[in-house]
């Protein structure tokens, strides 16, 4: 199973950005996914799990201004930021908690990661 993510960019406070993600391998079905980040002399942080029902957590410095969606189909998340700040600035990975592929289970799978910066 690979993940592919993009979306990351140069955006000024207040402004938006959308990454998405997209699983690809012999899929079966994925339970978790989820986005990451981590910014410089620090350790990597949760942003935001989407569950295959649909059940969404985010770290409290996101909520409200950051959405996490997938595509069951399609084997994408998506995570739509809003209101982004300076403090939003670091490299974002996306994650597979948990995935049915043919061969059976397998967990904690990363993407490359995708920067964002945000600053004026």
């Known amino acids: 199973v690979q993940l592919q993510a993009c979306g990351g960019g140069l955006v000024q406070p207040g402004g938006s950005l959308r990454l998405s993600c997209a699983a690809s391998?012999?899929?079966?079905?994925?339970?978790?996914m989820g986005w990451y980040r981590q910014a410089p002399g620090r350790q990597r942080e949760l942003v935001a799990l989407?569950?295959?029902?649909?059940?969404?957590n985010y770290a409290d410095s996101v909520k409200g201004r950051f959405t996490i969606s997938g595509d069951n189909a399609k084997n994408t998340v998506y995570l739509q930021m809003n209101s982004l700040e300076p403090e939003d600035t670091a490299v974002y990975y996306c994650?597979?908690?948990?995935?049915?592929?043919?061969?059976?289970?397998?967990?904690?799978?990363w993407g490359q990661g995708t920067q964002v910066t945000v600053s004026s």
């Open positions: 391998g012999s899929i079966l079905s994925i339970n978790v």
């Open positions: 989407i569950m295959r029902g649909g059940n969404t």
């Open positions: 994650n597979i908690g948990m995935v049915l592929t043919t061969r059976g289970y397998e967990s904690d799978l």
